[in-house]
């Protein structure tokens, strides 16, 4: 009997010890970008809505060029260069990747691209507790205690394009000086948080999850426009045939604005009115 019990603790040891070695642990490894997500958003956000504030119409249906030696220092230049060229096309300009082959020269500068942040604390901050005589028992530090805490973000983008004739290098058009900022603003309440919310993020949304929020559509300002470089635009209605009597490229049908406004009835007019231009409005009445 005894060896039989004896025998028993042994097979116990080797099925725990089994156990043991069956049982395993794993890891896995994390790395971050030097620049954080929230700074790169920033600064495409400005750079987006800087960049749809500019109106090319006055160089709709032009050939340009694109000289963006200037841009070359400026943070983040390839996204800036991409969504100017983007904007410049979908405003109507005819883009040359030769300066020769164009009709304008288009320059742009940037004034600047970064970010920069504030923050707010109420509540105790961070501190350093020297140590000497009775306060050797203390923590040499004491961590934040925070009541109520901000955070803002922000990304500026300034940017201004002007245009000249390639053979005589008369000014045709310019921009203006275009100024438009990003917002990330970071809430802590009695330790809870951050309650996310500003211009890259979509509402406000709480330890990764989007809160419930009442949404009102806004208007936006640049309805004028013909498409807006932050919102989707198919060009698969721009058809282009070659005009044998000039054999130049001449374009048949034109990209139409979707907007929630009411459309204007046009004037009739023939079959050909499409290669013509756009659509001309009827006035508005006035009462007699």
């Known amino acids: 009997m005894p060896r039989e019990k004896s025998a028993a603790i042994v097979v116990s040891r080797c099925c725990l010890a089994l156990l043991c070695a069956v049982v395993g642990c794993g890891t896995t490894r994390t790395s971050n970008t030097a620049r954080t997500a929230t700074e790169q ?13 500019i109106d090319f119409s006055p160089l709709r249906g032009q050939s340009v060029f694109f000289d963006d030696r200037q841009l070359f220092d400026a943070v983040d230049d390839t996204y800036l260069i991409s969504s100017l060229r983007q904007h410049i096309l979908a405003s109507g300009c005819i883009l040359k990747e030769k300066k020769e082959e164009a009709t ?28 000497f005589g009775l ?12 009541i109520a805490k901000r955070r803002n973000q922000r990304g500026v983008a300034k940017i201004a394009i002007f245009a000249y004739y390639r053979e005589t290098g008369e000014p045709a058009w310019q921009s203006g000086i275009t100024t438009e900022e990003s917002t990330s603003n970071d809430i802590w309440v009695l330790g809870a948080g951050p309650f996310k919310r500003g211009t890259i993020h979509q509402g406000t949304s709480f330890a990764g999850g989007k809160l419930p929020t009442i949404y009102s559509k806004q208007e936006s300002k640049h309805q004028n426009q013909v498409v807006q470089v932050t919102q989707q635009a198919v060009f698969n209605n721009i058809s282009r045939q070659n005009d044998p009597s000039d054999g130049k490229v001449q374009q048949v049908a034109a990209l139409e604005p979707v907007t929630d406004e009411p459309i204007a009835e046009p004037i009739a007019t023939d079959e050909n009115a499409e290669a013509q231009g756009p659509p001309v409005i009827r006035p508005p009445v006035q009462a007699q």
């Open 41 to 53: 958003l920033l600064i495409s956000d400005a750079i987006d809505r800087a960049v749809q504030t």
């Open 104 to 131: 304008f020269i288009v320059e742009p500068r940037a004034g600047a691209i970064g970010t920069d942040n504030h923050d707010l604390l109420f509540g105790m901050p961070a501190a350093t507790v020297p140590q």
């Open 135 to 146: 306060l050797t028992a203390l923590p040499s530090a004491i961590p934040e205690i925070p």
